[in-house]
């Protein structure tokens, strides 16, 4: 995929990429694809399965496009709208290292970032209560955005003890990610 795994001495892992809706598909490598998602190069034939699953579901949702990975004996697929790769059930520690989620997400607090994620057009969100994610949300899904008003309410309740952990992409291929701080 990159110039990293072929200095090691390893297979090259490709990843074709087609935006919905696919009226066309290019397998990318490099720059191209870190511009995308910089997560995306950091993916070879070593990476745990868990960890390609949940990175490259997430980055088909964050992307709105359908991606496969193929490396070695290795195929995946990821479409914007599936189920797959989700953290429900992870500890938010653990989700975050399987989503690749770089450095420490900006705190915010629980009304601003609310009204900031009813503005979201793409994203993800994972709510956390009892330091579990009991939710993973993907923000461009209608149907995910029906339960958005409901999560957020929760977030906004300090007894409810929910926290709220919300990332996307920017320009670049850089990630974007926020945590409502404890109460």
Avoid: K
């Avoid at 399987?98 to 793409?122: E, Y």
């Avoid at 994610?133 to 929910?162: K, S, Y």
């Amino acid at each position: 995929m990159d110039s990293h795994s072929a200095q090691q001495g390893g297979p090259t892992a490709r990843l074709t990429v087609a935006f919905y809706p696919p009226q066309w598909a290019a397998e990318m490598r490099g720059a191209p694809l870190g511009r995308l998602d910089a997560r995306l190069l950091h993916l070879h034939a070593r990476t745990p399965q868990g960890t390609l699953c949940a990175v490259l579901h997430d980055s088909a949702r964050l992307l709105g496009a359908h991606l496969t990975y193929r490396c070695q004996e290795r195929h995946l697929s990821a479409a914007p709208w599936s189920d797959g790769g989700t953290q429900r059930g992870v500890p938010l520690g653990l989700a975050r290292h399987a989503l690749m989620l770089p450095g420490t997400p900006r705190p915010q607090a629980p009304a601003p970032l609310a009204r900031t994620l009813l503005t979201w057009t793409h994203g993800t969100l994972l709510i956390v209560q009892a330091g579990q994610v009991c939710e993973h949300l993907n923000l461009a899904d209608e149907l995910d955005r029906l339960h958005l008003p409901h999560w957020l309410e929760q977030g906004l309740d300090p007894r409810a003890h929910v926290t709220l952990h919300a990332h996307r992409l920017r320009p670049g291929g850089r990630l974007e990610q926020w945590l409502t701080r404890l109460r």
